[in-house]
Every structure is written in structure tokens, then in C-alpha cells.
């Protein structure tokens, strides 16, 4: 349960837009502002200078919804840094006879995994050589006993490793030195 709490915690809040059947912007959020700057020189109530694939998940939204009473349409964008985001485009206010009137738009940033820096962490908290190796491997998802097969040393010998890695760390289980490693 702790590891759900801490994901959700390390999500940022999404952009949110929210356009007219014309793709034209009626509200955006402070994230929507940072993620897409040059949409502070858009006047509101004009279409907002967002990149194309936007617009396209908009137009497709459109098509499917004529189908389907309940759509989402969803995609990857490349963002200006070259990051990942998430994009999610989906109706507001459906009414049962109605047309929608507004579309929202939903865009975060992809968390890219970021590689543990095993030297800086054997350094900080006075790993061994052996250590390290065991470290490493364990971060891998490895049990003791294929940690031991690997090493060519005991299984008792690997838990032994584990259990001052665990010390040194000051942490009680292998999830939490993998949680704590993957920050």
C-alpha cells in the first residue's frame, strides 16, 4: 500500500484545457500554462497555438463520439524538451440527447526511469566491492539463491550480504532499498 501512496504522490498534476466543438480555448490550468507557454499570447475564445497531435485526438474524439456514447482518446506527445507526455482527450457535460459542447484535455509528462548511480550509492553509504555486487543484483529482482548462483558464493553468504547492505542503508526489506534506490 505504501508504494501505491508513494506513485501517486510523485504524479504531477496534469495540464488541463478545455476547448469548444471549434478547438477554441476557454480555460486552462497554471500546469497547461508552464507545459505550453505560448499559449499565454492566445486571447480566449481563439484557438490556442498547441501542437497538431492535440488537435488530432480532438478531431478523432469527434468522429468516434458520433458512434459511441462514452469515448476517450489517448496518445503520446513528444514534448519541446524531447520528453514524453501523455495525452488524454475525452467530452465534458454529455447529455443524453445532446451534442457535447466542450472538449477536455488531460496532458502529463512521463515519468522516464532514471539508472541508479551504484558507484555514488557504494560511496555514500561504505558498500563493498562485494556489496555493490549484490546490490546490483538484487535491484534486479535476483533471489538469494540465484544472487549466490551468480557470485559462486553460498546462499547463506548472499543473505549475509543483503543483511549488512540492509544495515548500511538502514533499511528492513529488499523493496524498500529498491524503492528508496529508484528515487
Known amino acids: 500500500m505504501e508504494e501505491l501512496i508513494d506513485i501517486v504522490g510523485r504524479r504531477s498534476t496534469p495540464a488541463i484545457l478545455i476547448l469548444d466543438r471549434q478547438d477554441k480555448l476557454l480555460f486552462c490550468n497554471q500546469e ?4 505550453f507557454p505560448q499559449i499565454r499570447q492566445a486571447r480566449k475564445g481563439t484557438r490556442p497555438p498547441l501542437p497538431p497531435e492535440i488537435f488530432d485526438l480532438c478531431e478523432k474524439l469527434r468522429e468516434e463520439g458520433k458512434l459511441r456514447r462514452s469515448v476517450t482518446c489517448k496518445g503520446i506527445l513528444e514534448g519541446p524538451s524531447h520528453f514524453p507526455y501523455s ?4 467530452f465534458l457535460g454529455r447529455q443524453k440527447q445532446r451534442e ?3 472538449v477536455v484535455v488531460l496532458v502529463e509528462k512521463i515519468a522516464a526511469k532514471h539508472a541508479i548511480d551504484f558507484e555514488k550509492v557504494k560511496e ?8 555493490l555486487q549484490v546490490l546490483m543484483f538484487l535491484c534486479q529482482g535476483l533471489s538469494n539463491k540465484d544472487i549466490a548462483r551468480e557470485l559462486c558464493i553460498s546462499e547463506y553468504t548472499a543473505k549475509d550480504h543483503i543483511k549488512k547492505i540492509m544495515s548500511k542503508l538502514s533499511m528492513t526489506s529488499r523493496s524498500q532499498i529498491i524503492s528508496f534506490l529508484n528515487r
Open 124 to 131: 555514500q553509504f561504505l558498500l563493498s566491492p562485494r556489496e
Open 87 to 90: 495525452v488524454r482527450v475525452f
Open 100 to 102: 457535447p459542447t466542450h
Open 32 to 35: 497547461a500554462l508552464d507545459m
